[in-house]
């Protein structure tokens, strides 16, 4: 697909105005050129075209808000001159997989005070010797050169800025003691439940032991009241039984 089709089918019926980001990569643009982008794309913050062709720069529009403009695995050689006259806030700049051979072809981006980020990757001029040095020493504005700073530390992903070591670990241990934290509620929490049940169980056991005592009582009173039916009332008098008392006295005659 050319380079002006998809600028249309990546508009998806907005004005250029509404546009803050552009990606155009693995199309196709004619003789080398950039097409189908004007200075109407006046909000667009982002534009990348990787591997879309291009030779050179010389038809990018005026964008006043462009702060990243991604031209990596193209075949530009130079005329960057154009990007500091056009892109004045730019702040990211990636230009790996080009043609640069030498340092001077890079001098034009001294008038870009707002570039902190330039990439270089696969381009020959990285090759020179003291190529890092060369490079922040022409661009003094630069933060990082290939993704890392002047004293090798790596940039993030999101803004450029660097992760301390130290700071990581803190973090890392800060999380770590929140864990060891709600780990010791978790076992607080069971063993309060634990000791809860324990009660709830000791409770059942004294109701159910006092009705088992309960019935042992009332099986007690009731053998006693029994013997008490079977025996005299304590103070009565035996009644006489006078055929009792004649079978006596016959047995003492005989």
Request: proline content about 3%; some cysteine.
């Amino acid at each position: 697909m050319d380079m002006k089709k998809r600028v249309s089918l990546e508009l998806r019926h907005r004005s250029p105005t509404e546009v803050q980001e552009l990606v155009l990569d693995n199309c196709r643009s004619g003789e080398g050129k950039i097409e189908g982008i004007t200075e109407e794309f006046s909000n667009l913050e982002l534009l990348s075209l990787i591997n879309v062709g291009l030779t050179s720069v010389a038809d990018i529009p005026k964008l006043d808000k462009l702060k990243k403009l991604e031209l990596s695995d193209n075949r530009i050689s130079g005329g960057l001159e154009l990007l500091s006259e056009r892109l004045v806030n730019l702040t990211h700049l990636n230009l790996s997989g080009n043609k640069f051979k030498d340092i001077g072809t890079l001098e034009p981006l001294k008038k870009l005070p707002q570039l902190k980020s330039l990439d270089l990757f696969n381009c020959e001029v990285t090759n020179l010797a003291d190529y890092r040095d060369s490079i922040f020493k022409l661009l003094p504005q630069l933060t990082y050169l290939d993704g890392y700073d002047i004293d090798d530390c790596e940039a993030s992903d999101s803004d450029g800025e660097v992760v301390d070591d130290e700071d990581e670990e803190e973090g890392d241990s800060e999380d770590f003691d929140e864990e060891e934290e709600e780990d010791e509620e978790d076992v607080v929490v069971a063993a309060e439940d634990v000791d809860s049940d324990d009660d709830s169980n000791e409770d059942e056991d004294g109701e159910v032991n006092g009705d088992v005592d309960s019935d042992d009582d009332d099986d007690e009173d009731d053998d006693d009241s029994g013997d008490e039916d079977s025996s005299p009332a304590k103070g009565e008098k035996r009644k006489r039984d006078p055929e009792a008392e004649e079978e006596e006295e016959e047995e003492d005659d005989d």
